[in-house]
C-alpha cells in the first residue's frame, strides 16, 4: 500500500470539486483493505472510498484516509471453471473496472442483459450501491451476487441478490457502510430479449438502424442508448456534473390525483397500485430552472434533473443551488426532493 498525503481530488470527481485528501491510497487487493484499515484505526481518523467519483459531492476536503477502488480485474466466462447452463453467460467483475467498458465487452462477448444500462459513468463496484437504473432497466435484472469486505470487522463475505436489498436508487450498502464491495458477479444471457417498453428506446433503435425494434440486437439497442444520452446528458469530462442530482419522488395515489388536477400536464409513472413516480425533472423544469444559470453552478440546459458546474464551483454552490430548487418544488408542489448523489463533508457523509 503506497501511502500519499495531501492529495488533491478534483480528478477524482466528476464535479471537479476542488478538494483535498489528508491521506490518499489506491486499493489493488484485499490486502490493501486491511493495512488501509489498520491505518485508519492507528490515526483513529475516518475514511471514504471513491470509485469514479460520478455520484458523490466533495463538499470539503476530507480529514482522513481517502481510498480509490483499482481493482480492475474481470473473469469471462471461458476463464470460469464453474459449469453455466448454456443460454447463461456468467460474468465476474472486480469493483475497480469501468461499467461501461464491462457494458460494451459483454455485448461484443454475445451476452445480453446490460445494454440499456449503457454509457452510465463510474465503476462496477458502485452500480449495486443504488442499484443503478436506465431506460427500464436496473442492475438488480442481471445481479447475481457480490463480495464484500467490512471495514469494520475486516472480515470478507457473500450476498446473493436478495441479501442486496435493492429498490429504486436504494440497496441494503446505503445503511451499512462499512461494507466495501470489492467483486461483483452478473448473470447475463446469450438469448437477447429486447427491452424496448421505455418511452423513446423503441423509436431510436429504428431510427438509427432501420429495423423493427422487436428484433435489434443487444449492439443496436446499445447504439440507441448511447445516441440518446448524448443527445440530452453533459458528458463530465467536458461540463462537470454528477447526473441526476434528485431521485424521482414517489407519492400516494390520493397525492397524485391532486397533483394531477393542479397541473394537468404532470409527468407520473405508476410504480404499484398505491403509488406513483413523478418525473423530477418535469417538477424543475416547471418551475423555470432549466438552463439557470448563478455564477460557477446551473442547470443544464436540456435537462432539468442534472446541476451542472464551470470546473471552478465550490460545494457551498451546489448545495446552495440545490436547497433552492428543494425548496421551490416543495412550495408549489407540495413533493420533497430527495437528493441522489451522496454527500460527503470533512469527516463523512452528511444528508440535505
Ligand atoms: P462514486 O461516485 O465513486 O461513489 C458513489 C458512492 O458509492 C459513494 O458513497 C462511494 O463511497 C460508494 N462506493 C463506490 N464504490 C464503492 C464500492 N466498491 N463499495 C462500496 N461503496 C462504494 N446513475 C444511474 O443509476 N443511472 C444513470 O443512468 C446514470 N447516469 C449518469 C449520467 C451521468 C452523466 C453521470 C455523471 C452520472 C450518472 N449516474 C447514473 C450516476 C452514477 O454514474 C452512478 O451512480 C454510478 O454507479 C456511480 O459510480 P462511481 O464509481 O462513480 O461511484
Ligand atoms: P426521460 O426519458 O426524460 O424520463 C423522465 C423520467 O420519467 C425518468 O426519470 C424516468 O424514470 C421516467 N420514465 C420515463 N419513461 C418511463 C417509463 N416508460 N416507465 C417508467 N418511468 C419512465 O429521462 P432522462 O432524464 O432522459 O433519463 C433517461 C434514463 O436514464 C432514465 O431511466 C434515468 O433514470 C436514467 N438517467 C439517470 C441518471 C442518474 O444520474 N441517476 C442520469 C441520467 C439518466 P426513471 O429515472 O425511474 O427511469
Known amino acids: 500500500m503506497e501511502l500519499q498525503f495531501d492529495v488533491n481530488l478534483k480528478p477524482y470527481n466528476t464535479l471537479g470539486l476542488d478538494v483535498r485528501a489528508n491521506y490518499f491510497v489506491d486499493i489493488n487487493n484485499i490486502e490493501d483493505l486491511h493495512l488501509a484499515r489498520e491505518f485508519c484505526q492507528h490515526k483513529q481518523c475516518p475514511w471514504l472510498l471513491i470509485g469514479g467519483g460520478s455520484n458523490l459531492v466533495l463538499t470539503q476536503s476530507f480529514d482522513g484516509l481517502v481510498m480509490f477502488m483499482a481493482m480492475d480485474q474481470v473473469f469471462w466466462p471461458a476463464e470460469q471453471p464453474v459449469a453455466q447452463r448454456p443460454e447463461q453467460f456468467i460474468v465476474s467483475a472486480q469493483a475497480g473496472y469501468e461499467w461501461d467498458l464491462l457494458v460494451e465487452e459483454s455485448i461484443v462477448r454475445g451476452a445480453s442483459g446490460l445494454e440499456n444500462l449503457s454509457l452510465i459513468p463510474g465503476q462496477v463496484g458502485a452500480a449495486p450501491i443504488q442499484n443503478i437504473g436506465a431506460y427500464g432497466v436496473e442492475l438488480k435484472h442481471c445481479l447475481d451476487s457480490v463480495q464484500v469486505f467490512d471495514f469494520d470487522t475486516g472480515e470478507s463475505f457473500q450476498l446473493l441478490l436478495a441479501d442486496c436489498h435493492l429498490g429504486y436508487r436504494d440497496s441494503v450498502f446505503k445503511r451499512h457502510q462499512s461494507w466495501i464491495i470489492t467483486q461483483v458477479k452478473l448473470l447475463l444471457s446469450r438469448e437477447h430479449k429486447p427491452k424496448i417498453s421505455y418511452g423513446i428506446i423503441a423509436d431510436r433503435v429504428t431510427s438509427l438502424s432501420g429495423q423493427p425494434a422487436s428484433s435489434a440486437s443487444a449492439q443496436q439497442i446499445r447504439d440507441a442508448v448511447i445516441h440518446i444520452r448524448r443527445s440530452k446528458l453533459p458528458d463530465p469530462n467536458k461540463i462537470p456534473n454528477v447526473g441526476s442530482f434528485f431521485k424521482n419522488p414517489i407519492v400516494n395515489i390520493e397525492q397524485m390525483q391532486k397533483l394531477v388536477e393542479r397541473w394537468p400536464g404532470i409527468v407520473v409513472y405508476a410504480v404499484d397500485e398505491n403509488n406513483h413516480k413523478l418525473a423530477a425533472g418535469w417538477l424543475i423544469d416547471q418551475l423555470g ?64
Open 289 to 352: 430552472w432549466k438552463g439557470f444559470r448563478q455564477g460557477d453552478v446551473g442547470i443544464h440546459e436540456h435537462q432539468a434533473l442534472v446541476l451542472v458546474c464551470s470546473g471552478e464551483c465550490t460545494g457551498k454552490e451546489v448545495l446552495d443551488l440545490a436547497k433552492r430548487i428543494k425548496a421551490d418544488v416543495a412550495v408549489n408542489f407540495g413533493v420533497t426532493l430527495e437528493v441522489e448523489p451522496r454527500l460527503f463533508d470533512s469527516r463523512g457523509e452528511f444528508y440535505l
